[in-house]
């Protein structure tokens, strides 16, 4: 990497002092002085055809989805950020009551007990299906509509229409013509907006401060009445389309997404490119594409093809009368029905293998079968009993025996696409190295694990115990963070499941379908099956001379390389061959999974009835842990809930160490010795995971550990955790002692022994996992690149990325890394809290355990805790610092260009503290009309509060393939100057609502026991 430090410096504007009239003034000024331009970096990326790659298996259900398969098909197109202006406080006239019809409402629609909201599911004349959400206590409100059409739905001529249609609602409707009014009042009242829109439904949400609602969803309701597609915002939009394209061709998520479309039948819809760009949606006829758009929309946003949420904290006839009276007037229609002529995968589009090549080196495989549509039994959920067993992670799983082998990295399985007509159901597994070379053994062993389940036949004690799981999940579940993301998910539902089942029927697992598990069982054989190789290891053969003739060609737009070939017998009969040979005439121990010991039974609480029926779930009132043990080494505090009621607990302990200062080696060690033995723990832990249970081991530049969820097995767990970690280290060190006097590599193996062996293994595939992972950081967005040398650029003494990749590269090594993390647990400082359905007694319990585990470990206790230290950037004074990406990444298109402005340590005075959060949040929706929507710099445009350890202050960023950083540098300092005369001009009232707005947002009550 070339580094070119200070090229060039500029002076930022020059510091402002103004008359302190008012205390909002006051605020505004002080941040005004504090807007000094005192740091800066730019950096260039000029990078190649590389960017994030999760492989197909992210690509298909999300990397770490396991087998609860979320239902969207596929990667959404998403709007980021928001668009904004002011409102003119027009109100609608309130309308006479409307034929409204309830269809379902009170204890009929089923909720999870305890759950703080009522409902009501109501029919407006129009055809308009609307669920109301009331919940008197609910700061903020939300609303989302779904729209029963996308991509889908593209006129041939006009690809990405229903892309590109979803962002010109944004910019203006009759009554509030203005392009960013409705994203400037949600910001100004504490709220945002996004949109994504999807195969066959398109939803759009937002979210705002609860005395807002009611102007909020008038803004709303106008997208679906009277949209403008305003011909002067048509060509930039188009343009802000064109890079969000861009932007998707240099990550492998969308470009393995094209390829997969390219393997569907031409005729279906899901071949086609959608997205959108200048060409497909016809920049040079730009009046026939405004004509088209409103066409296309009259014909599919009608009211019965949408379906409403909203959330509020008003009663439920109010709501009832707002929804009513904002949206009657949506054109009333069903809609189009969804025909199309054939299906995605008819068997001429499956038995075959597709490879292709990733721009990340990665490495993965995904089987693929298509399926009856999910809608076709929402009750029964043939595919969930699927995807338990072949995502499966326990003794016995596919991914334990492509473990045991050193193959698997991840492996999740569920459903990848959802369509009205076919389901496309996947395994996907992302390879070590090892098991890329082994790419057709691992095929033969997923054929097989297929094939143990289909002949051990429907099991219904397997799908009672995943009913039970199903039905703690909703009788348990928490709410969403976030009003709007539970509007969104429930807008879906409301389009999937009976109104009476909007809530329960994403859980609901109600009828035993053997025959029909049975059935799809028999569809899951190579003859159906698609499967997509994704490796580096295609590069050379891809981009050799002789390439077309062996059938390698580009996929049409975003030309990721690939190469179709037939799956016929005698391919599977190698396979099978080369998987006997590894398995060196053992049998593979392929069986079903032992029933989960993990399942809870005990949901009692902790606080007695009574208690904390006047606690609040308000930030600021929350009360803090008590300190419950100081024992030199372990600091223990706690906290039994009272205000939330759940049977869940959390334990978090941030173990010290002097390992950071010990230097690179030892952090790098440390890091794969987590992976060690989180990886040895797999098999027993997978059980837990499914059961709500789980834990995270990592090392940063500290040891943090947390287990939490069900508290019933909660120690269990932790028990056989940090049990784990001493036991390991032992192990190691006891292997590596023995394989000292070792000459011969007959005498290695004899000392190393099965466990030695095993253990050799796993440091080596988690070893390749993290190196890979190091080297990929360069391929990652130009954006995150530049973050991580913003930071390393102001930390003092950190490590840099190069060099734990050059530790990593020494090898693995049992004796080093027993040594390192010897080292680093030489002396600890664990602080910890226990929080949630736990007494006092259960905390100290939890906390032996771990005090235990230390004390074998012969750990003593750490002097003094380590201090992270922030340059301090020279005042009035500006550094940039350019990164040439291009040598590690020459066909990545975008450059990110992004400055910092220091204030100050944060907590030193909270009234600058507000000030850099106000003006921040003032200053997005400013830079984002400036120089996303006007200049059109690139589809990533952000202003944001900057925080590094305990420094704070304000940055700017943005990504985008047309400027160079340079000159949108410039950019951004003139935007700044501007921006600092519109705070000034800024009317108090509009302060006051952006003042409101941020106290609003800060002080959101909590839903789940780990916000708080
Ligand atoms: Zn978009």
């Known amino acids: 990497m070339s580094l070119r430090p200070a090229l060039y ?10 008359s302190s009239r008012t205390p909002n003034r006051q605020l505004r000024d002080a941040w005004l002085r504090h807007r000094r331009s005192v740091g800066q970096q730019s950096q260039a990326g000029k990078i190649p055809l590389a960017s994030i790659s999760l492989g197909l298996g992210g690509l298909l259900a999300g990397a770490r989805a396991r087998h609860f398969s979320k239902t969207s098909s596929g990667p959404w197109l998403r709007r980021s950020g928001a668009l904004g202006l002011r409102a003119p406080l027009c109100r609608a006239l309130a309308t006479e009551t409307l034929a409204t019809k309830v269809l379902a409402e009170g204890p009929e629609i089923r909720t999870p007990p305890g759950d703080p909201r009522s409902y009501r599911v109501l029919q407006l004349e129009n055809g308009l299906q609307v669920l109301l959400a009331s919940d008197p206590s609910a700061s903020t409100s939300a609303a989302a509509l779904t729209v029963h059409c996308g991509t889908f739905q593209d006129p041939q001529d006009r690809l990405g229409l229903a ?63 009277s949209p403008t597609f305003d011909p002067s915002g048509i060509e930039r939009e188009m343009k802000a389309v064109d890079s969000e394209s861009t932007n998707y061709s240099t990550e492998d998520g969308w470009r393995l997404l094209q390829v997969l479309k390219a393997t569907a039948a031409p005729e279906h819809p899901f071949f086609s490119f959608d997205v959108g760009n200048l060409d497909t949606l016809g920049s040079n006829d730009l009046d026939n594409t405004r004509k088209q758009l409103v066409e296309w929309n009259k014909t599919h946003y009608q009211a019965g093809a949408m379906k409403l949420v909203v959330v509020g904290s008003d009663s439920l006839d109010t709501l009832q009368e707002l929804a009513t009276e904002k949206f009657c007037s949506v054109p009333a229609g069903s809609g189009r029905e969804m025909v199309y ?9 499956v038995g075959r293998v597709v490879k292709c090549v990733p721009l990340k080196d990665s490495r993965s495989i995904s089987a693929c079968w298509p399926l009856p549509p999910v809608q076709k039994y929402l009750f029964a959920k043939p595919e969930l009993y699927l995807a338990h067993l072949l995502g499966h992670e326990g003794a016995g799983s596919l991914h334990d025996a492509l473990n045991q082998f050193g193959w698997v990295d991840q492996l999740s399985s569920g459903t990848a696409h959802s369509f009205t007509d076919e389901q496309l159901f996947a395994i996907n597994i992302t390879l070590t190295p090892e098991g890329d070379a082994h790419r057709e053994e691992v095929l033969a062993l997923l054929f097989e694990y297929v094939e143990t389940i289909r002949s051990a036949g429907p099991k219904e004690e397997i799908f009672k115990e995943l009913a039970s799981l199903q039905e703690i999940g909703f009788a348990h579940k928490e709410d969403s963070p976030l009003p709007d ?26 009828e035993w379908r053997s025959d029909v598990v049975a059935e799809y069982l028999s569809t899951l054989t190579p003859t159906n099956c698609l499967i997509m190789v994704t490796s580096d290891g295609f590069r050379e053969e891809s981009t050799a001379q002789s390439a077309s003739d062996q059938g390698w060609k580009p996929e049409e737009w975003y030309k990721a390389y690939y190469k179709l070939e037939a799956l016929d017998k005698d391919h599977l009969d190698q396979w099978r061959e080369k998987l006997e040979v590894a398995l060196q005439g053992q049998p593979s121990g392929l069986k079903l999974p032992e029933p989960n010991r993990f399942i809870p039974n005990d949901f009692s609480l902790r606080a007695s009835d009574g208690e904390g029926a006047e606690v609040t779930k308000l930030p600021m009132e929350v009360l803090p842990p008590n300190p419950l043990m100081d024992s030199g080494m372990l600091r223990l505090w706690h906290k039994v809930d009272k205000a939330f009621k759940t049977p869940r607990e959390y334990v978090l302990a941030h173990v010290h160490t002097a390992a950071y200062d010990a230097g690179p080696e030892v952090v790098t060690m440390m890091r794969l010795f987590c992976s060690v033995v989180s990886d040895d723990l797999n098999t027993f832990s997978y059980d837990a995971s499914v059961a709500g249970l789980g834990y995270n081991l990592e090392f940063a530049d500290n040891l943090t550990m947390s287990v939490g969820g069900f508290n019933d097995k909660l120690p269990d767990l932790l028990k056989v955790v940090v049990g784990r ?7 190691i060190e006891t292997i590596a002692e023995a394989v000292k006097g070792a000459s011969s590599e007959e005498e290695l193996l004899a000392a190393l022994g099965d466990r030695g062996q095993e253990l050799l293994e796993k440091l080596e595939v988690q070893r390749q996992i993290l190196l890979q992972d190091y080297k990929n950081f360069t391929r990652e967005d130009p954006w995150s690149v530049g973050n991580y040398y913003l930071s390393q650029l102001t930390m003092r003494k950190s490590w840099h990325l190069s060099e734990y990749i050059e530790v990593l590269e020494r090898g693995p090594d049992l004796a080093a890394t027993a040594a390192a993390v010897r080292t680093a647990f030489s002396h600890v400082q664990v602080d910890m809290l226990v929080h949630g359905n736990a007494t006092a007694e259960e905390a100290k319990s939890v906390a032996d355990t771990v005090c235990a585990s230390l004390k074998r470990l012969g750990a003593e206790p750490l002097k003094e805790l380590r201090k992270k230290e922030i340059t301090q950037l020279p005042l009035n004074s500006t550094t940039v610092f350019e990164y040439d990406l ?20 944060t907590n030193e005075d909270l009234s600058r503290d507000a000030c ?19 200049l059109q710099l690139g589809y990533i445009v952000q202003a944001f509060p900057w925080v590094n350890e305990h420094i704070c202050g304000f940055s700017v960023l943005v990504q985008g393939p047309h400027e160079h950083p340079q000159k949108v540098d410039e950019l951004i300092e ?7 005369q519109e705070l000034e001009a800024m009317t108090e009232e509009d302060f006051q609502k952006n003042v409101e707005a941020l106290v609003n947002e800060r002080t959101q009550r909590y839903s789940r026991l780990l916000q708080e």
């Not at 003139?974 to 600092?980: C, I, K, P, R």
Request: proline fraction near 6%.
């Open 974 to 980: 003139t935007w700044l100057e501007d921006f600092g």
């Open 485 to 510: 993301d539970f509007a969104a998910s429930a807008a879906m539902a409301l389009h999937r499941y009976p109104a009476n089942e909007v809530l329960r029927g994403p859980f609901a697992l109600d």
């Open 916 to 934: 850099v959060s106000l003006v921040c949040r003032i200053a997005h929706v400013s830079a984002f009309q400036r120089l996303r929507t006007e």
């Open 341 to 349: 002529p054939v299906k995605p995968w008819p068997s001429s589009q």
């Open 886 to 905: 291009a040598a590690l990444n020459p066909a990545q298109e975008n450059c990110s260009t992004q400055v910092v402005y220091q204030v100050g340590p």
């Open 163 to 225: 892309h590109f249609h979803e962002h010109m609602l944004f910019l203006g409707t009759e009554k509030f013509p203005k392009e960013d009014e409705y994203s400037k009042y949600l910001s100004e009242h504490g709220g945002d907006s996004n949109a994504f829109t999807m195969s066959e439904y398109t939803t759009y949400y937002f979210k705002v401060a609860s005395p807002f609602l009611d102007e909020a969803l008038d803004r709303f309701a106008q997208f679906f009445i």
């Open 725 to 731: 970690i001493a036991t390991l280290l032992e192990e």
């Open 9 to 18: 410096a500029s002076t930022g504007p020059a510091a402002r002092t103004g």
